[in-house]
């Protein structure tokens, strides 16, 4: 999603190291390289993307060093990698279309699997077991804050009730629970189960949290001259995104300025080829000195 967009503003050099904070499948590594970027530190915290990506980017050698990591540990990883600084910095806040289509993942609601949720299976509670011990009223705002879920009492409640009563078996339903809670017809554009499982999501892998502080780090991380791309999908991580990369600019004027003052999206033909990159937001920020 917006590939060829990131690509022009990092403008990969032969001479150039890069970090793919969130390497996925390895689509945007690929694009990078091929590019002519010497080099790229592909990260991801989900070690079945990155064993995807090493079989996908073998072609390109030991030009690709892969990283089982959080994208907000990207100081720490450079560091070990024996580098001061980095070219540029790339990440990508969606989930992966591997992540959504494998039914044992859990973060699909249009087929069954277990309620797990996790991009980092190694680590962390699952989404059954936060499930478990959860009260209405916290699950209540973290559907209305992370969905934007206007019934979110609603649905919440019909959680609870579903999981004392030992009902909540899979994805599959979970999803019919919310669907009856949300209501609405066949005829919405979505899925009433779209916003509280996209917040589920959230909640289970903790992607809001330290976004801000990423950012800075990253911002601290590239030389003069190199920049800093962000694709979110989600209005609260792109709020987060355009606030920290304005106040950076207007902190240190002669030092970060803001190349993309309003978010570039999807072209119609892009979004219209897939639907997943219709909300997909990139904003960019660049080290001057």
Known sequence: MLLAEAVEFLSPTPEGCYVD????????????????????IGIDRDQDA????????????????????????????VRETGRAAVDGVLADFGVSSMQLDAPERGF???QD??????????????????????????LANVIYEFGEERKSRRVARAIVEARDSGALTGTAALASVVRRAAGGGTWQRLDPATRTFQALRIWTNAELDGIDAFLEAAVRLVAPGGRVVVIAFHSLEDRVVKHTFRRLGADEPGTVRVVTRRPV???????????????ARLRVVERVA
Do not use: K, Q, W
Request: glycine share 10%; net charge negative.
């Open 113 to 138: 699997g277990p309620l797990d949720m996790r991009m980092n299976r190694a680590a962390g509670p699952s989404l059954a077991e936060l499930l478990a011990t959860v009260d209405e009223t916290t």
């Open 50 to 77: 990155l064993a995807i990506a090493r079989e996908r980017l073998a072609g390109f050698g030991d030009r690709v060093t892969y990283v089982h990591a959080d994208y907000r540990e990207v100081v720490r990883v």
């Open 265 to 279: 999206v999807p072209s119609g033909e892009e979004a219209e080829r897939n639907p997943r990159a219709r909300s």
């Open 108 to 110: 699909s609601f249009r």
């Open 21 to 40: 904070c969130t390497l996925g499948l390895g689509g945007h590594t690929a694009a990078l390289l091929e590019a002519g970027a010497g080099h790229v």
